[in-house]
């Protein structure tokens, strides 16, 4: 198993970068999908909540990638 302190390889870079992109789309529309629901006059508030945890779900994998991408250096 790889450890996340190694460097990433440029393809491993590559993958993740796309994967990345792919994530932060989902988010957004994700984000739209909730602001179109809760404008309506009765909204779905068990859909919504579905659509916001996964939202979070999101935002937690776009971090652990955007970490890895971009590890913290401590001089």
């Given at each position: 198993?790889?450890?996340d302190?190694?460097?990433l390889?440029?393809?491993?870079?590559k993958e993740?970068?796309g994967?990345l992109r792919f994530?932060?789309q989902?988010?957004?529309?994700?984000?739209?999908?909730i602001?179109?629901?809760?404008?309506v006059?009765?909204p779905?508030?068990?859909?919504?909540a579905?659509?916001k945890?996964?939202?979070l779900s999101?935002r937690?994998?776009?971090?652990?990638i955007?970490d890895?991408?971009?590890?913290d250096i401590?001089?």
């Open positions: 198993m790889e450890d302190d190694d460097p390889t440029p393809a491993e870079e993740l970068k994967r994530l932060q989902e988010h957004a529309d994700l984000d739209a999908a602001e179109a629901l809760g404008a006059p009765i779905d508030q068990l859909r919504i579905r659509m945890r996964r939202k999101l937690d994998e776009i971090v652990k955007e890895r991408i971009l590890p401590i001089a």
